[in-house]
């Protein structure tokens, strides 16, 4: 009778289904913390404010700086003889710039029509294959089928090597090194 009662008892009791347990302080992983004087800690916490606060400053004064580009760097050679490199600009008269633009009509005018050559051509070649091809039709549908089938040497297709390698048995994957390369443009 002792067991039912120990099991009723047991079933009306609330249920813990989270356990938790208090971190040992003794343990390897916990630092123990160390007794520090209130003044030593408060001149601590004012040199790093004071840190933060030179830091934030820096970064208000830079924010406004565009990040150099490579490109539109001028190395220190080019910048001291920068007035013998600079040209004036070429002022065209102007019957110069009618000339251009006159030259720049008649080239677009010659492209444009040979251009119109080309597609003429191309749909003369298309039409008159059609007509072969349905003329041949006509005559001979096997002959037709024949003509229509892709031939393998008109493409010179050449490839190197399988589009997918297979693995290397027993091959270990080295762990590689990532070399940061981003340049910082903090001051």
Same mark, same amino acid.
């Given at each position: 009778m002792s067991l039912l009662s120990n099991l009723a008892k047991l079933s009306l009791q609330p *249920? $813990?289904? *989270?356990?938790q347990t208090i971190p040992n302080a003794s343990s390897v992983f916990m630092k123990r913390q160390k007794k520090i004087d209130p003044e030593v800690a408060k001149? $601590? =916490?004012? $040199? $790093?404010? /004071?840190r933060l606060e /030179?830091? *934030?400053r820096q970064m208000q004064k830079h924010s406004k700086? +565009? /990040?150099p580009v490579d490109e539109l760097t001028l190395d &220190? /050679?080019?910048a001291k003889n920068i007035e013998e490199r600079r040209r004036? +600009?070429?002022?065209?008269s102007?019957?110069? &710039?009618? =000339?251009r633009a006159v030259a720049l009509k008649d080239y677009s005018r010659s492209r444009q029509a040979l251009q119109r050559e080309d597609d003429a051509w191309i749909r003369g070649a298309i039409e008159s294959q059609r007509k072969a091809l349905s003329e041949l039709k006509k005559l001979s549908p096997t002959l037709y089928t024949a003509a229509v089938q892709p031939a393998p040497n008109d493409l010179p297709l050449t490839i190197q090597?399988?589009?997918l390698t297979p693995p290397i048995k027993n091959y270990v994957a080295p762990d590689g090194d990532y070399i940061d390369t981003t340049r910082n443009w903090a001051a």
């Open positions: *249920i $813990r289904s *989270i356990h001149q $601590r =916490e004012a $040199r $790093r404010r /004071k /030179k830091e *934030i700086k +565009p /990040k &220190v /050679k080019s004036p +600009p070429t002022e065209l102007l019957e110069q &710039v009618d =000339e090597g399988p589009s």
